[in-house]
């Protein structure tokens, strides 16, 4: 497959980095790069070897500096809303997704990048990172999940201080409101990222995606049809052998060997 704004490259053990590659705009999003990643995420769910997804941006400034400005302003209403209904079902499809995702934010992520990062897994994020919903200062608001994503993440407070400003958080600040699990020197994000892949990748398969669905679909549904579906997936383990493998390994007292 030829794509022309991002890069899909299998790194190891089923790790997949996906670089959005658009470093003169800052990575920004258009719409022909939203297909593109719509298109790599039906090739990675197809291939029953892909275990997790690493998404970064090209270059040392940017992860994606947000939805491309140049090519909405031509947009009418219907349009525009055509865009964020599109972007939202791309993003949607990344908490969906049967692998675990994780952004590596190396510089900006503002607006559509902000939303981008929050629709993956887990954030880790360089020590030059800057973090932001700045639509406000364009007349708009966001528009790929950022006003529903970020109240989630940070509390209805923050979220309306960040929407009503623009203003931008750096790394440390965006960790202190829970927007971001781990910050690294940029120099070494790449391989802290990959690192903590490997280790995950290393564990049951199986339970990696019943955790996923379990947080992803639980959050929005009231405590105790939340906890029914818990009970249910964990029935369903039961029935798999990383579970059989799980517990006999630590009952022989060794690793587990989870395929
Ligand atoms: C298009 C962009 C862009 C963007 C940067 N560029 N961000 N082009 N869309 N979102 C382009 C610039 O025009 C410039 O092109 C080049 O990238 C380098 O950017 P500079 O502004 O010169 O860099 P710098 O001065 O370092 O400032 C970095 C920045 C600034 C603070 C990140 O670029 C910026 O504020 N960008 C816009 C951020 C933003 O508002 N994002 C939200 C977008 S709305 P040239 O040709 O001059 O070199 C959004 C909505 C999502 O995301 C929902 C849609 C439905």
Redesign the pocket.
């Given at each position: 497959m030829r794509y022309q704004h991002i890069l899909l490259e299998p790194i190891e053990a089923g790790v997949v980095r996906l670089t959005i590659n658009r470093p003169?705009?800052?990575n920004?999003?258009n719409r022909a790069t939203l297909e593109e990643i719509d298109q790599a995420l039906d090739l990675l769910e197809a291939n029953k070897n892909t275990r997790l997804l690493l998404i970064t941006g090209a270059g040392d400034?940017?992860f994606v500096?947000?939805?491309?400005?140049?090519e909405?302003r031509q947009l009418n209403s219907l349009e525009?809303k055509a865009?964020?209904a599109f972007?939202l079902g791309v993003l949607r499809r990344l908490e969906n997704a049967t692998f675990p995702v994780i952004a590596l934010v190396n510089g900006?992520a503002?607006?559509?990048?902000c939303?981008l990062a929050m629709s993956c897994d887990l954030i880790l994020a360089s020590d030059n990172s800057k973090f932001g919903q700045?639509?406000i200062?364009?007349g708009?608001p966001?528009?790929?999940g950022?006003s529903q994503r970020l109240t989630r993440l940070v509390g209805r407070p923050m979220t309306l201080e960040l929407l009503y400003t623009g203003r931008i958080l750096g790394a440390e600040e965006a960790q202190r409101f829970g927007l971001v699990n781990h910050i690294f020197p940029q120099e070494s994000l790449m391989t802290k990222g990959m690192e903590m892949a490997l280790d995950i990748v290393s564990k049951s398969r199986t339970s990696l995606q019943l955790i996923k669905q379990l947080v992803q679909r639980g959050q929005d549904l009231p405590l105790d049809n939340a906890c029914i579906m818990e009970s249910d997936q964990f029935g369903l383990s039961f029935s798999s052998p990383d579970q059989t493998e799980g517990m006999a390994a630590f009952l022989e007292k060794r690793a587990p060997n989870f395929n």
């Open positions: 003169k705009v800052l920004a999003l400034k940017a500096a947000g939805a491309d400005i140049e909405m525009a865009f964020s972007g900006f503002l607006g559509g990048g939303e700045p639509e200062n364009l708009i966001p528009g790929f950022g």
